[in-house]
């Protein structure tokens, strides 16, 4: 079997690729051309898979990708994924997140329609939710420029599917961290801040809302959702999530408990963290999941808060 990853060098992307390696595939992730490149996430497998140039912004690059690799199954997490950053670059989030989905959909259209197709959802399209907890029927009502260009990309994967009989899956995904988590996000701000303090290195972390509620999983816990997915006999849409709800400040009370100090201490609130448009509580019922794929998480709350603070003592004491 052979696999296309756009988004490699993510968090995901890097955890995928590490788990379809394992179960034999030949692996290909669509890179952009840039002036720096940053391929730390996936250096330890760099020589076992195969990394081609393309952008979800040109048309032409997805399609020649396609002819060369030929891949059975294409894994699409590129995107512009930081919320904060949607509101900032609003134009460019809605060309990456949305219509990156339908140029990659074309190109197997065009090329082969017999690949199969995961397009990486998100729970922030139900945004402002309209029930607790969410299922893949729950309407949605996003509340960023990412969380919009989301819903589109969800929505014409389903219409390809719907049109063309692709066999294109959509993983609504709720909030997954790791070690391999950008510094941007609040999470792996958390345990970053944490470590730094814990060994000296600063004495105060700005976060912004502290009370926002998340269905927080284990990143390489999700990715094996994402191949079961396409392994299905017909291609359906899956909430994938923990079915706990934790707020940031018990995320904050855990991560720097892990390392015996009291948050309290040191977390202070920034309105310049703080959302346009908040999104209060997000919590998945990942029913369908568990009885269609088999599904279900390994990794606990905790256990993630104690592996990402632990990860992040090791770096920063080797800098």
């Known amino acids: 079997m052979k696999a296309l990853i756009t988004g490699i060098t993510g968090q995901d992307g890097s955890y995928l690729a ?5 179960k034999g595939y030949e692996v290909w992730g669509m890179v952009r051309r840039s002036s720096t490149e940053s391929f730390e996430r996936i250096e330890h497998i760099k020589d076992k898979i195969t990394l081609s140039q393309a952008d979800l ?3 032409l690059s997805i399609v020649e990708l396609l002819e060369e ?3 059975d199954e294409v894994y699409n997490l590129a995107a512009q ?3 904060p950053t949607s509101w900032r670059q609003p134009l460019l989030t809605g060309e990456f997140t949305g219509l990156g989905v339908t140029k990659i959909l074309e190109a197997i259209r065009h090329v082969d329609p017999k690949i199969k197709f995961y397009q990486a959802s998100s729970s922030e399209m139900f945004g402002k939710v309209f029930e607790v907890p969410q299922t893949e029927k729950t309407p949605f009502y996003p509340r960023s420029p990412y969380g919009v260009a989301k819903v589109y990309g969800h929505f014409i994967t389903v219409n390809y599917r719907e049109s063309y009989n692709i066999f294109g899956v959509s993983g609504i995904l709720f909030n997954h961290e790791s070690s391999r988590r950008g510094l941007e996000f609040v999470t792996r701000k958390i345990t970053n801040g944490a470590a730094m303090i ?5 004495n105060k972390l700005a976060l912004g809302n502290l009370d926002a509620k998340r269905d ?6 999700y990715v094996r959702s994402m191949w079961l997915m396409l392994q299905q006999d017909s291609p359906d849409n899956y909430v994938i999530s923990t079915g706990e709800n934790h707020s940031v400040e018990e995320f904050c009370q855990l991560a720097f408990g892990h390392v015996d100090l009291d948050y309290r201490d040191y977390v202070v609130t920034d309105p310049r963290f703080v959302r346009p448009a908040e999104v209060d509580i997000l919590l998945g019922n990942s029913a369908h999941a568990k009885n269609a794929l088999g599904w279900e998480p390994e990794v606990s709350f905790k256990e993630m808060i104690k592996i990402m603070v632990d990860a992040d003592l090791e770096i920063l004491s080797k800098k």
């Not at 590490?18 to 394992?22: D, G, Q, R």
């Not at 814990?198 to 600063?202: D, H």
């Not at 927080?216 to 816990?221: K, L, S």
């Open 198 to 202: 814990k060994l000296g290195l600063t």
């Open 69 to 71: 690799c030929r891949p």
């Open 216 to 221: 927080w999983g284990y990143a390489p816990d």
């Open 81 to 83: 994924s930081f919320v």
């Open 57 to 59: 912004l040109d048309q």
């Open 18 to 22: 590490e788990f379809l390696l394992e």
